[in-house]
């Protein structure tokens, strides 16, 4: 789903020239933002997978709600309803909603955002399983590959329950693939700010090692809203 970073035209100048001299530095004058930014990415990717793994209070569930500027604290009315849904006797860990992300995909220049880099941290290293936000955003995730298809095997279930409610994302060989979940009438019954089109999307990780916690997430933002 990723597009490649360095074209067939580009690879053919680079391989003309005389010198491997020039090709280093050509590859670094027009490239270095997108090799600053995958090693920066790199770098926060194994910070956010080591700082989770060895934190004593692990969350069972995280999820980033991108753009939003509502108390999503423990005692928030979305923490509490979320927890009160599943009944606290049945969860082994916290429940965690990080609201501090602030980008539009919908502006090509949003793409070096250092908050869009994080929520790409997070998704990468498994610190968050899923993200809640507009259509723009949850495309643009979807086009960097780290949110979840659907109709993977792995997430099944979520997409059997909630066909009616699936976002598509087209990729270059025009191939839809579902990507989010529409929770708009969830999102506003939570009480949460209203996006300025009224929607609001979950999107997947792909890399999260288990679901089971993200399903009862959607499940409990389908319902609310009903």
């Given at each position: ?224 809203g009903k």
């Amino acid at each position: 789903m990723k597009k490649p970073i360095i074209t067939e035209e580009e690879k053919q100048k680079i391989k003309e020239m005389d010198s491997t001299r020039k090709k280093i530095g050509y590859i670094w004058d027009y490239y270095k933002l997108w090799i600053i930014g995958a090693v920066v990415l790199v770098g926060l990717v194994v910070y956010f997978a080591v700082v989770f793994a060895t934190r004593e209070d692990k969350p069972i569930l995280d999820v980033v709600l991108v753009n939003n500027y509502d108390d999503v604290s423990g005692n928030s009315k979305l923490t509490q309803g979320f927890v009160s849904y599943v009944g606290e006797e049945n969860l082994p860990g916290r429940v965690t909603f990080d609201n501090n992300a602030f980008f539009n995909l919908a502006n090509n220049s949003d793409y070096k955002n250092s908050y869009y880099m994080k929520v790409l941290a997070y998704l990468e290293a498994d610190t968050a399983q899923a993200v809640l936000c507009q259509y723009d955003n949850l495309i643009g995730l979807a086009k960097s590959g780290r949110l979840a298809d659907l109709s993977d095997e792995k997430v099944g279930d979520i997409y059997d329950k909630y066909k009616d409610r699936i976002i598509y994302y087209e990729d270059e060989d025009g191939k839809k693939i579902p990507v989010g979940i529409d929770v708009s009438e969830g999102y506003k019954a939570a009480g949460l700010t209203e996006y300025t089109d009224g929607k609001a999307y979950i999107g997947l990780s792909a890399y999260a090692a288990d679901y089971g916690y993200v399903e009862k997430f959607v499940d409990y933002m389908v319902e609310l809203g009903k």
